[in-house]
């Protein structure tokens, strides 16, 4: 029914804003990530949207991108998974780390978002590994190469102790697959090590 909202933003607070659009205000509900990409109050923006229709409630859904807004599309065709457990993933992951943990299967990074235990995250990663792409270039071709080095005991070991340290295998998976090649599982380690140190990822 609606693509999406062009209009000045009249409020905003934790999980939603408002748009003033011909004279009547829109409320949107949206994530963090979007959240954080807003202007100030009477500023312009464009959101791109969806609308939940419900017996009692008419619930429309905004997002910066078309791309964030294409994966709560997807989110909510997951079973289990409404439209707010589909905003509390996109506050915690953004659409490519989204992409890159369900690619790599990093359930744990999607247990980050409030009220998404291991099993809904587990069915995320199920239901969506064949559908959900990254959008951009860079994260696609990590994800390529990850599938590569997979097979490499180093490799794995080198994740699983980066793990341990608490980093999720979206997180350090990326970086791995940039290592330079024929390095043993302490190097990987070291290595994984500097580049979150240098803030890289």
Do not use: W
């Given at each position: 029914m609606f693509y999406s909202i062009t209009g000045e933003i009249i409020m905003f607070d934790l999980t939603s804003v408002a748009i003033n659009c011909g004279g009547v205000?829109?409320?949107?509900f949206t994530s963090?990530?979007?959240?954080?990409?807003i202007g100030a109050i009477g500023e312009k923006i464009t959101l791109y949207t969806h609308l939940n229709v419900k017996d009692d409630a008419l619930d429309l859904y905004g997002f910066s991108t078309i791309n964030e807004l294409d994966c709560f599309k997807m989110l909510?065709?997951?079973s289990g998974v409404g439209p707010k457990a589909a905003i509390s993933v996109l506050s915690a992951?953004?659409?490519d780390s989204l992409a890159l943990s369900i690619a790599t299967g990093d359930?744990?990074?999607l247990t980050q978002a409030q009220n998404i235990g291991p099993k809904i995250a587990q069915r995320i990663i199920l239901e969506l590994k064949n559908k959900i792409t990254p959008s951009s270039l860079d994260v696609a071709e990590d994800i390529q190469h990850i599938g590569q080095v997979s097979a490499s005991s180093n490799v794995?070991?080198?994740?699983s102790a980066l793990n341990a340290l608490g980093y999720s295998t979206a997180d350090v998976s990326t970086i791995v697959a940039r290592a330079p090649k024929g390095m043993n599982t302490e190097d990987l380690i070291k290595y994984a090590l500097r580049q979150i140190a240098k803030g890289i990822n």
């Amino acid at each position: 029914m609606f693509y999406s909202i062009t209009g000045e933003i009249i409020m905003f607070d934790l999980t939603s804003v408002a748009i003033n659009c011909g004279g009547v205000g829109f409320k949107c509900f949206t994530s963090t990530n979007t959240l954080s990409q807003i202007g100030a109050i009477g500023e312009k923006i464009t959101l791109y949207t969806h609308l939940n229709v419900k017996d009692d409630a008419l619930d429309l859904y905004g997002f910066s991108t078309i791309n964030e807004l294409d994966c709560f599309k997807m989110l909510i065709t997951v079973s289990g998974v409404g439209p707010k457990a589909a905003i509390s993933v996109l506050s915690a992951l953004t659409p490519d780390s989204l992409a890159l943990s369900i690619a790599t299967g990093d359930a744990k990074s999607l247990t980050q978002a409030q009220n998404i235990g291991p099993k809904i995250a587990q069915r995320i990663i199920l239901e969506l590994k064949n559908k959900i792409t990254p959008s951009s270039l860079d994260v696609a071709e990590d994800i390529q190469h990850i599938g590569q080095v997979s097979a490499s005991s180093n490799v794995q070991e080198a994740i699983s102790a980066l793990n341990a340290l608490g980093y999720s295998t979206a997180d350090v998976s990326t970086i791995v697959a940039r290592a330079p090649k024929g390095m043993n599982t302490e190097d990987l380690i070291k290595y994984a090590l500097r580049q979150i140190a240098k803030g890289i990822n």
